[in-house]
């Protein structure tokens, strides 16, 4: 089960148009997470973090896990090529692209704000049942040998 803690957004960061992220980017954003965690949530980084991201160059680049090595976080091991994973794919932008469809902006700005205001609605109980499904679809990968899980 998803402990107490887990309550919601901790940071959002939105990537500024024509920009790519890279290590760098990357390791600044985690220096921008283990701050809001700090603030917002301190018991996470009392009981240490574990962080689920794939492996994506900037994850695997050599900047970021001197990162998470002198933080002491912890990755959950993802395997390459597995969205069935990562509740981002299989839980957050199918939500996130129902919510979206048909609307139309006028600017960036007025689409960051509903981004924003969208996450900042979202009830705890849309995150449990996101992180909580990975428990399932991880036993299922684990059951299955290794071999993809669709749902």
Same mark, same amino acid.
């Given at each position: 089960?998803?402990?107490?803690?887990?309550?919601? =957004?901790?940071?959002?960061? &939105?990537?500024?148009? +024509?920009?790519?992220?890279?290590?760098?980017?990357?390791? %600044?954003?985690?220096?921008?997470?283990?701050?809001? !965690?700090?603030?917002?949530?301190? +018991?996470?980084?009392?009981?240490? $973090? $574990?962080?689920? *991201?794939?492996?994506?160059?900037?994850? %695997?680049?050599?900047?970021?896990?001197?990162?998470?090595?002198?933080?002491?976080?912890? !990755?959950?091991? *993802?395997?390459? *090529?597995?969205?069935?994973?990562?509740? /981002?794919?299989? *839980?957050?932008?199918? %939500?996130?692209?129902?919510?979206?469809?048909?609307?139309?902006?006028?600017?960036?700005?007025?689409? !960051?704000?509903?981004?924003?205001?969208?996450?900042?609605?979202?009830? $705890?109980?849309?995150?449990? $049942?996101? !992180?909580? %499904?990975?428990? /399932?679809?991880?036993?299922?990968? &684990?059951?299955?040998?290794?071999?993809? =899980?669709?749902?």
């Amino acid at each position: 089960m998803l402990p107490d803690t887990a309550k919601g =957004v901790i940071l959002s960061d &939105i990537l500024p148009q +024509g920009q790519c992220i890279n290590a760098a980017r990357y390791c %600044s954003t985690l220096d921008r997470l283990k701050e809001a !965690i700090r603030r917002k949530r301190p +018991g996470l980084l009392r009981r240490g $973090v $574990v962080l689920q *991201h794939d492996n994506a160059t900037p994850h %695997s680049a050599n900047l970021t896990q001197q990162w998470l090595q002198r933080y002491g976080w912890e !990755i959950l091991p *993802h395997p390459a *090529h597995s969205p069935d994973l990562a509740p /981002s794919d299989f *839980h957050l932008f199918g %939500s996130l692209k129902r919510h979206l469809g048909g609307m139309a902006f006028e600017t960036e700005d007025d689409l !960051i704000s509903e981004l924003r205001n969208w996450f900042d609605n979202l009830d $705890v109980d849309f995150f449990r $049942v996101g !992180i909580n %499904s990975l428990l /399932s679809r991880w036993q299922k990968r &684990i059951d299955l040998h290794g071999d993809y =899980v669709e749902k």
